[in-house]
């Protein structure tokens, strides 16, 4: 039995070194074989994938109207009533100032008489021939017509008379001279007759008509400027002062003076501004060293410290190609930009007000399929730009042409690649 135990022994411990020693065997039979995918013995190979890219610059602007438009008096008068204050909203079809119709209201009389007068004339020219100077006319013509049948019947029975002695010669002569006077009258009266008749057309019925017009125009004139004299907001918009009515007052001028109710006004002096709040813009300034990055239409994300909170989009709408004054010799020159924000909603009307500062981020470039490779993966060839390139580790490498894009902190995008593995160059 004694003999047994270190028989036994001695047999686990030579199977244990057995086994351990089939271990390790097995251990350096898979490291050689299966060497790590992103470092292979020809060199050290990097994944790459696609992911989006976006470039962004970063500006401060000011919130300003689309579009700002000056109200003036309709019409000379006295201002009746201001129904607004300075800064104070209003809507769309609003009164913002009444004015008094008094003195207008006495032109539009005189030039509805004026209108009616022209009328009553141009309807005695369409009627011209029944008219009361051609009626006298015609009855001062038939008058010297008769007259004259008359004396030329009397004439020739004297004529008869004298040839058998009856009467004497000067009697004769005298019928004579009579008639001659009467048929110069005949003739006088015809061309009054015509004189009359053509007062009727040509020229007579143009004038007549011209002067027609002239009076309804100014009179329809007058009568749309009465239908005028309640100014009224022609859009959504805030009141803005008037130009020039907070700097100093020019005596010789009452257009710089605020006007006030019962001030005195003439016809298109100016009484305030509208500020269009129904599109908003944003005008801002870019550097000389990124105005070649901005063009129309780049989507912009707006946001302030005024409306905190609410996000904004809009786009580029204008970038001026003329550089802001700048004094400061060497300085980066400045170019103005304007930001169209689209129709907000009342709610944000509420929060977004003018003149507020904002913070702008304008997307200069995107590619949302991006591949981004280091420098050091690039290589140039007699063909140009090319990579070493392999769908994954163990397939075959291909040296594939690619073309640049945009510059990154991590490297350089690519065009005409696709995801796999690129080796840098050693």
């Keep these: 039995m004694t003999t047994d135990k270190p028989l036994r022994r001695k047999r686990w411990i030579q199977g244990a070194g057995l086994l351990l020693t089939l271990v390790v065997a097995g251990a350096v039979v898979t490291t050689l074989r299966a060497p790590a995918a992103d470092e292979p013995a020809d060199g050290r190979w990097i994944a790459v994938q696609v992911s989006p890219l976006v470039h962004q610059i970063g500006l401060v ?4 109207p689309q579009r700002t438009i000056i109200l003036t008096a309709p019409f000379d008068g ?3 009533a201001i129904d607004v204050e300075q800064g104070q909203r209003v809507e769309s079809g609003q009164t913002l100032l009444q004015m008094d119709p008094g003195l207008l209201e006495i032109q539009l009389r005189d030039a509805l008489s004026a209108q009616l007068k022209a009328r009553r004339a141009v309807q005695e020219l369409q009627d011209w021939k029944n008219s009361p100077q051609v009626s006298r006319a015609q ?7 008769m007259t004259v049948g008359n004396s030329e019947r009397k004439l020739n029975e004297s004529q008869k008379l004298f040839e058998r002695g009856i009467i004497p010669r000067n009697e004769l002569q005298d019928l004579q001279q009579q008639l001659q006077s009467q048929r110069i009258d005949l003739t006088a009266a015809e061309g009054d007759l015509q004189q009359a008749l053509d007062q009727g057309k040509g020229e007579y019925r143009q004038i ?3 002067e027609l017009t002239n009076a309804t125009v100014k009179y329809e004139a007058l009568k749309a400027l009465l239908d005028g004299r309640n100014v009224v907001a022609p859009f959504a918009g805030i009141v803005v002062p008037a130009p020039g009515s907070s700097g100093p007052q020019n005596a010789s001028s009452n257009n710089s003076a605020p006007v006030q ?3 005195r006004v003439t016809q298109g002096q100016i009484l305030f501004g509208l500020a269009n709040i129904e599109q908003l813009k944003i005008v801002s300034k870019v550097s000389e060293l990124d105005i ?3 063009h129309q239409g780049q989507s912009v994300e707006i946001l302030g410290d005024g409306f905190d909170g609410e996000r904004l989009s809009g786009s580029v709408d204008i970038v001026s190609s003329l550089a802001l004054p700048n004094d400061a010799p060497g300085g980066s020159a400045q170019f103005p930009v304007t930001l169209s924000i689209p129709k907000l909603t009342l709610e944000q009307l509420q929060r977004v007000r003018l003149g507020m500062s904002a913070r702008l981020t304008i ?10 490779l280091p420098a050091a993966a690039i290589q140039h060839d007699a063909k140009g730009m090319v990579v070493d390139y392999r769908e994954a580790a163990g397939q075959p490498v291909k040296r594939v042409p690619v073309k640049t894009g945009q510059a990154t902190p991590d490297g350089v995008e690519v065009f005409g690649l696709q995801p796999g593995f690129v080796r840098l160059a050693q």
């Design 363 to 372: 997307v200069t470039y995107r590619n949302d399929q991006a591949i981004v």
């Design 61 to 64: 602007g000011k919130i300003e």
């Design 261 to 263: 109710t019962g001030s």
């Design 78 to 80: 006295n201002v009746r």
């Design 292 to 294: 070649n990055q901005l």
């Design 208 to 210: 007549a008509d011209m």
């Design 139 to 145: 009855r001062t013509l038939r008058s010297a017509q």
